[in-house]
């Protein structure tokens, strides 16, 4: 049997492998403490699960709309109103079983073969392997750890071309945690202004999870709003990662496309999931509020653990729920046999030996560094960083 050579195209994401190795080995009876998924360990807030049992008595169990629900869309018309002042209608909203299916679908309607997708690193593991999958061209951009992972105008104007389809970004960031400031966002939207053949995909799923203020949008500016994509959803900020709902706003040409190319693949959302997601969208955001103090008393600690391991440099995250420190100064170190070669082979050895699954930087774009997630319990996380701290320190 010979399978599809489209599978050669792209790779396994690197946080789902450790994952499913760290649960393998825990199986075996070993105590992994696993510091590599993105996923809140907060159960879903009361109020929201009340409103998905109820859903289930009134019977929401038939196929969905392939777009959402019109008053779940018109929920996320009055979120963006609410929180991010920008202003849409139904005809701008889709729904999606998760933001990774919202990336995909946009990615597949805006790409063609051949197009350049730019995306500055380090990036989520599923941007570059998506335009793979498009046949698009991967255009990385690397930043620098002291701008805290930030593009800059300068760089953006640089990689951009005629042949530049779409740009990809994340604020706040996954995994750098770095988050943009409305000048910042200001300045790039002035390079995008000069080049109106770019779309724009503006991944905000960890809005929420922001130690520094109030979350900006690219989609702001409204010079750009046609071309920008903004993709978000439930998992991180309201801890309903299983209940698999995402969401576009766009132009209607792009919501129309993407709703074609859905259509095919799964219809719509799961009727149960979306009506939960109207009372998570429009109603009390205090839970959403107490994770994000949990998350800044947690990065707090971490970065001060992470002080206790020589020769590792760090940016302090803004948001999100990761640290994204540089490891570099580990490689070519031996314990035993057994040689650190790169961030792969550390990520490798901290499981098999310190019992922590962490994932290499390579698959974000910067393989010099090591994601840790800080969306674990705190005693989970200071057991796992001193077992992290005692295996490094083993090396030499």
């Known amino acids: 049997m010979k399978l599809s050579s489209r599978l050669d195209l792209f790779a396994e994401p690197e946080t789902l492998k450790m994952a499913k190795l760290g649960r393998e080995l825990r199986s075996q009876g070993i105590d992994v403490i696993d510091l590599s998924l993105g996923e809140p360990d907060f159960d879903t807030p009361e109020h929201i699960k009340e409103s998905l049992k109820k859903a289930v008595d009134d019977n929401y169990s038939h196929y969905t709309p392939v777009a959402g629900y019109p008053d779940l869309r018109e929920a996320v018309c009055t ?16 729904v999606s079983t998760g933001a990774k299916q919202s990336l995909a679908n946009v990615v597949m309607a805006v790409v063609d073969k051949g197009d350049d997708v730019v995306i500055p690193t380090p990036y989520w593991v599923t941007y570059s392997e ?43 960031c996954n995994p ?24 724009i995909i503006s991944d905000e799923i960890y ?15 409204e010079e750009l709003k046609n071309r920008v994509i903004i993709i978000n959803g439930l998992s991180k900020g309201y801890a309903m990662t299983g209940y698999r709902l995402g969401y576009i706003a766009a132009d ?89 070669k790169d961030a792969d082979d550390l990520c490798m050895y901290l499981l098999n030996t310190a019992h922590v699954s962490t994932v290499t ?18 005693n989970k996380i200071e057991e796992a960083m001193s077992r992290i701290t005692k295996a490094m320190a083993n090396l030499s």
């Open 130 to 172: 998506i335009v793979k999958l498009a046949e698009g061209n991967v255009v990385l951009i690397r930043t620098s750890i002291e701008n805290k992972y930030k593009l800059t105008a300068a760089e953006l104007e640089a990689a951009i071309t005629p042949k530049t389809k779409l740009f990809i970004f994340s604020s706040p």
């Open 79 to 94: 979120k963006l109103r609410r929180d991010n002042g920008l202003e849409y209608k139904q005809e701008n909203i889709l």
């Open 252 to 340: 209607p040409a792009v919501v129309k496309a993407c709703e074609k190319l859905q259509g095919q693949y799964t219809s719509g959302a799961n009727a149960v999931t979306q009506r939960g997601a109207i009372t998570a969208l429009t109603g009390d955001l205090k839970p959403s509020m107490e994770m994000n103090v949990e998350f800044t008393r947690r990065r707090a600690r971490m970065l001060e653990l992470l002080e206790g391991i020589p020769a590792v440099a760090i940016a302090e995250p803004d948001g999100a729920f990761y640290v994204f420190p540089v490891v570099k100064a580990y490689f070519g170190k031996k314990f035993g046999d057994e040689v650190m």
């Open 207 to 221: 809005e929420y999870i922001n130690f520094v203020g109030k979350h900006e949008s690219i989609a702001q500016f």
């Open 361 to 378: 930087g390579r698959a974000f774009g910067e393989p010099d560094c090591i994601r840790i997630s800080f969306a674990n319990s705190m």
């Open 176 to 199: 750098s945690g770095s988050v943009y400031s409305k000048a910042e966002l200001s300045a790039l939207a002035e390079v995008f202004s000069k080049h109106p053949q770019v779309f």
